[in-house]
């Protein structure tokens, strides 16, 4: 795994609930696994309450009981993540979250944007307020993150933007939410676009597209439209060209990688991680 070892990371939207390991938790706790001190975000106490507890009760494979970057030893754990309630949508409360994570661990130089919301219906049934919706969070959020950020990385003569969008900002995954494309391919270019911006003052953009990830949400909101949880498994394996969806921990690690110096040439780029699902031939819905 990369070094992140010095790093402070602003994690958005990396919150659990019920200390589930969805996307943005995973990413979390890689980042603190590869060394870094993280600040965990999300407009939900209970979500942030939920991963700093399972934060505590975690290990990294390989590790000993002395080792000083071990997840479950409370006194390293503190002075290595802190959690903070914040809204994408709220700036003043996402300026008083990065005010926060300067004064705990000090100033961010890694911004992992995790935040999505589904809104759905097309042209026919949603209302132009969905659309709207759809776009100030998933986009304008990250915007206005991004513009948090800058300040700090700036100070420290670099760093590293990640954002996760979806391949549905890539092609059509047979889905009625348009609105949630849309704004997931924005953020696609708006991540390019600020990485060719202010790569001359050492500040990176890249963005993760997740392909079929077995996370929590398939389990909870998904597998009632099949026979049985192991039915709704089965069909969404059947549509990867891989033969089996993807897991959370794969992302994370490209975010680890994303926000290190092993990607110091990589900037202003998208990749999948999706098992090559984006060029799979047909309309890959369950």
Known sequence: M?????????????????????NGFAAAKAFLAAGAKVCIVDRDRAALNHARATLGQASTP??????????????DLDSRV????????????????FDHCASSLGEPTVL??????VVNGGLDTLETAGFAKALDINLTGAFAAMKQALPYMRRAGGGSIITVSSVGGMRYMGYDYPAYAASKAGLIELTKVVGA????????????APGLIETPLIH?????????????LA????????????????????AVFLASDDSSYINSTLIPVDGG??????????
């Open 2 to 22: 990369s070094d992140l070892h010095g790093r402070i990371v602003m994690a958005i939207g990396c919150g659990t609930p019920d200390g589930q390991v969805n």
């Open 62 to 75: 390989g590790e000993t009981a002395g080792s000083p970057d071990r997840l479950g030893e409370g006194g």
């Open 82 to 97: 802190t959690t903070v309630v914040a809204d994408v949508g709220d700036e003043a409360s996402l300026s008083a979250a």
């Open 112 to 117: 992992h944007f995790n935040v999505g919301i």
């Open 197 to 208: 911006q202010y790569a001359s003052e050492g500040i990176r953009a890249n963005s993760i």
């Open 220 to 232: 909870n909101s998904i597998s009632g439209h099949y026979d049985s949880v192991e039915d709704m």
């Open 235 to 254: 069909a969404r394996h059947a549509l990867s060209p891989t033969g089996k969806m993807g897991h959370p921990e794969d992302i994370a690690k490209l």
């Open 277 to 286: 699902l984006v060029h799979f031939a047909g309309t890959p819905k369950s």
